[in-house]
């Protein structure tokens, strides 16, 4: 049950429920000043009321899932932290936003970096932790500059350094810039970047939780996950059980892109369905309508137009064969090859390989040329069993996420779109013109019109 | 393009790096000691160092990693396994602007590949390539995070959204006769020996820089402004961007396009079942498409 089917006034007033987005049209709202007119670090007076160990049982029981695409329970890795072993305690943030189509981090970390911050200074306090990370890919300079910002905000406000707010807490908070790699979003990669290493995955067990940022105790979690901490405090669990549904509660931002009238952030409570989103923002671009698309980036299976009353949940999405991921709404019209769009993403797979597991390296660059010589209509049809036999011998065979990532477009789409790949084989190229996809195709039409 | 090959090396071992003049050194050493004092273990401030050494000049030189590697107590192949494996770090001299077109999928599908293609055509490089004037490296990108903005140009790592092919040539050519450009999202361009600077942990103290381009950008409110009942104010972010309201548009340039409520705000997706693209079309998917 979501709240998508009990609600049915279908105004995007009714629908939406900015959180964290509530006061981004604001002047300088990335300023502690807005943060603070906003009940900002009200939710952190909140929790330094509360034991840690209550603490770590009121998130766990608001029902907080990990926004960053795996959906664990935030409270439950913090509760896995073991206490009283005398070792020093971290968290680190992942702020490596870099799946293909996900881009909520990013905007949220432009517009309101305290909300993360905030967060931070609870999750530490929770964990027993004095020194926490924020690892930002280093990609997007801007928001490295509000971060520096607000970082050094909140230290002069005394809400991070030396005895936080007459709480004893001691908090040092680093802004680490990364360097270019897909492959530190995995959380055992980051610690190893973080640690001054090539970014490749690490076995687990040991999991971070017992030994993770210089092998001691360490909690990594998503900018969304964390920065939604502060209103649950703010606001209480029950206000954000109220949203969402049983299993997947809350409010989350959906990011819409591609062919869509109006791409953008939409933050709303879990289970919301594309059609919604489509229908109050004004559907696919004019004269056109939905081919594929994915929910939560480019590892997560593709959905097709039959999925768009699919529940945006961790449960709706994973029922319907593909998984919520980042919520990253990467939206196709009929003009796109489907060809040309799985072949790009496996191309950005066999570059983002970090080469430690054989099936993803070696597997990411045959599929990179057999995609290749089916686009340029020099493939046999052989081919694409082949295709969906190695992509069957990467997926859950390497140490992370990134190979089981490559395989899912390959699946999806033999599986939506067979035919396409027949054709481009059939008919010895591409059926499709790549001009009639970009964003100002239409735009002679529109003005003739 | 003043890029050459990687020069294979034969016989003879390579000379030790050269090392920084004294005074260099000194101030690098300086910052070193700043940005190792930041993490509990000194090798985690290999990545941020790398970045400094990069701002000293340009892109990261053997001489930048055997002062990373002193300065932690390395081996210089420790330092360049590292320095390898991330794409930021530059390995040979390259450009003050970096121009980097995203062609992941969705940026490519929506103009990015037509946009690097006409800009290799423009200026004249291919991917990684530097004009002469020494002014703009090229490079394709992977997803910066910005699909919403689709298709995104990024200069020094400063977003340059919803570009056109004119658009970016129109960027190329400014950063090449110093015209300065505002990037939608981000600070006045600084170059990217400046923007290295930042990467390694040193704020941005220029006057006005955080504050750059405001709040957020067009897209990024889209939903705020449907929730708070302000639909009608929602601007296409394709139509109306701040890039377009930033650079002066050449006179006879195409009026921008300005869609009335109902044409992009209509209460249904509209499947268009005649459309001549589709391919359920009884014509099929049109002769002219698989020309």
Redesign the interface.
């Given at each position: 049950m979501t709240v998508a089917t009990e609600v049915k006034d279908p105004s995007?007033?009714k629908l939406?429920?900015?959180v964290l987005?509530?006061f981004?049209?604001?002047?300088?709202?990335?300023t502690l000043d807005v943060y603070r007119r906003h009940e900002g670090y009200e939710g952190l007076r909140k929790a330094l009321a509360m034991t840690p160990d209550d603490l770590i049982a009121y998130v766990k029981e608001a029902g907080l899932r990990g926004r960053g695409g795996a959906g664990f329970p935030t409270g439950m890795k913090w509760q896995f932290i073991p206490q009283g072993d005398g070792k020093?305690h971290y968290l680190v943030v992942n702020a490596d936003?870099?799946?293909?189509?996900?881009?909520k981090?990013?905007?949220l970390l432009?517009?309101n970096p305290h909300s993360l911050i905030e967060g931070i200074v609870i999750a530490c306090y929770a964990i027993r932790s004095s020194?926490a990370f924020i690892y930002l890919?280093?990609?997007?300079?801007?928001v490295?500059?509000?971060l520096?910002?607000a970082v050094?905000e909140a230290y002069a406000a005394g809400y991070l350094g030396k005895n936080i707010l007459g709480s004893g807490l001691d908090l040092e908070l680093?802004?680490?810039?990364?360097?270019?790699?897909?492959i530190c979003g995995e959380e055992t990669a980051l610690l190893d970047?973080?640690?001054?290493?090539?970014?490749q995955p690490r076995l687990r067990p040991p999991f971070p939780a017992v030994a993770g940022l210089?092998a001691c105790p360490t909690v990594v979690n998503n900018v969304e996950s964390i920065a939604s901490v502060p209103a649950i405090l703010k606001n209480g669990k029950d206000w954000f059980r109220a949203m969402g549904s049983e299993k997947s509660p809350g409010f989350t931002l959906?990011?819409?892109?591609?062919?869509v009238?109006?791409?953008?952030?939409?933050?709303?409570p879990l289970g919301i369905t594309l059609?919604q989103l489509?229908?109050?923002?004004?559907?696919?671009r004019?004269?056109?309508?939905?081919k594929f698309w994915t929910p939560g980036g480019?590892s997560t299976p593709m959905f097709t137009?039959e999925h768009?009353d699919v529940p945006l949940d961790y449960e709706g999405v994973g029922a319907a064969g593909s998984m919520l991921g980042t919520k990253?709404l990467?939206c196709?019209d009929?003009?796109?090859c489907v060809v040309?769009?799985v072949t790009?993403?496996t191309e950005?797979y066999a570059?983002?390989s970090?080469g430690k597991c054989t099936p993803c390296r070696e597997g990411t660059y045959w599929l990179v040329q057999l995609l290749r010589d089916i686009e340029a209509g020099k493939g046999a049809m052989s081919d694409l069993d082949k295709l969906n036999d190695i992509a069957d011998n990467i997926n859950g065979k390497s140490f992370c996420a990134l190979g089981d990532g490559a395989a899912s477009p390959i699946f999806s789409s033999l599986k939506y779109f067979r035919e396409e790949y027949e054709q481009h084989i059939t008919?010895g190229?591409c059926?499709?013109?790549?001009?009639?996809?970009?964003?100002?195709a239409d735009?002679h039409l529109?003005?003739n019109a | 393009m003043t890029t050459t090959p990687d020069s294979v090396g034969l016989g003879m071992p390579q000379l030790p790096a050269p090392d920084y003049p004294d005074d260099v050194r000194a101030r690098l050493e300086r910052d070193a000691r700043e940005i190792i004092a930041?993490?509990?273990?000194s090798?985690?401030?290999?990545?941020?160092l790398?970045?400094l050494v990069q701002s000293e000049e340009g892109h990261v030189t053997r001489t930048g990693m055997q002062f990373c590697a002193d300065v932690?107590g390395l081996t210089t192949a420790e330092v360049t396994?590292?320095a390898t494996?991330?794409?930021?770090?530059r390995r040979r001299p390259s450009g003050d602007y970096q121009v980097?077109v995203c062609?992941?999928?969705?940026c490519?599908?929506?103009?990015g590949?037509?946009i690097f293609e006409a800009l290799q055509d423009h200026l004249g490089v291919g991917n990684g390539g530097t004009t002469d004037d020494g002014k703009v490296t090229l490079e394709h990108?992977?997803?910066?995070?910005?699909?919403?903005?689709?298709?995104v140009v990024?200069v020094?790592?400063?977003?340059f959204d919803?570009q056109?092919v004119e658009s970016a040539k129109r960027l190329v050519d400014d950063l090449r006769t110093g015209v300065p450009v505002a990037?939608t999202?981000?600070?006045p361009l600084c170059t990217f020996k400046e923007?290295a600077r930042?990467?390694?942990?040193f704020?941005?103290e220029r006057e006005g820089?955080?504050?750059?381009?405001?709040?957020?950008?067009?897209?990024?409110?889209?939903?705020?402004?449907?929730?708070?009942?302000e639909?009608a104010r929602?601007v296409?972010?394709?139509d109306g961007g701040p890039h377009d309201a930033a650079q002066d548009r050449a006179p006879g340039d195409?009026?921008p396009?300005d869609?009335s409520l109902a044409?992009?705000?209509?209460?249904?997706?509209?499947?268009?079942d005649t459309?001549a693209?589709?391919?359920a079309n009884p014509a099929g998917?049109t002769a002219?498409?698989?020309?």
């Open positions: 995007p007033e939406l429920a900015p987005s509530a981004w049209d604001e002047d300088r709202s990335w020093p936003e870099s799946e293909p189509g996900t881009c981090d990013i905007p432009f517009a020194h890919r280093g990609e997007v300079v801007p490295l500059r509000r520096h910002s050094r680093t802004v680490h810039a990364g360097a270019g790699a897909y970047s973080l640690e001054g290493r090539r970014g210089y959906y990011s819409l892109s591609g062919h009238a109006s791409p953008g952030q939409y933050e709303a059609r489509l229908d109050m923002s004004g559907g696919m004019p004269g056109h309508r939905l480019s137009e768009l990253a990467q196709f009929e003009t796109t040309r769009a790009r993403w950005f570059h983002e970090c008919g190229g059926p499709f013109d790549p001009a009639k996809s970009t964003a100002w735009k529109e003005v | 930041r993490y509990p273990g090798r985690s401030a290999l990545l941020p790398l970045h932690l396994a590292v494996f991330y794409t930021m770090y980097g062609t992941n999928t969705l490519a599908v929506m103009g590949d037509a990108i992977e997803c910066n995070a910005a699909c919403d903005f689709a298709p990024m020094n790592w400063e977003f919803n056109t990037p999202r981000g600070a923007t930042i990467l390694a942990g704020p941005d820089a955080v504050e750059a381009s405001g709040s957020a950008g067009p897209a990024s409110l889209t939903g705020l402004r449907l929730a708070k009942g639909a929602v296409h972010p394709r195409a009026t396009h869609p044409e992009h705000l209509s209460s249904h997706d509209a499947p268009q459309s693209s589709d391919p998917p002219e498409e698989g020309e």
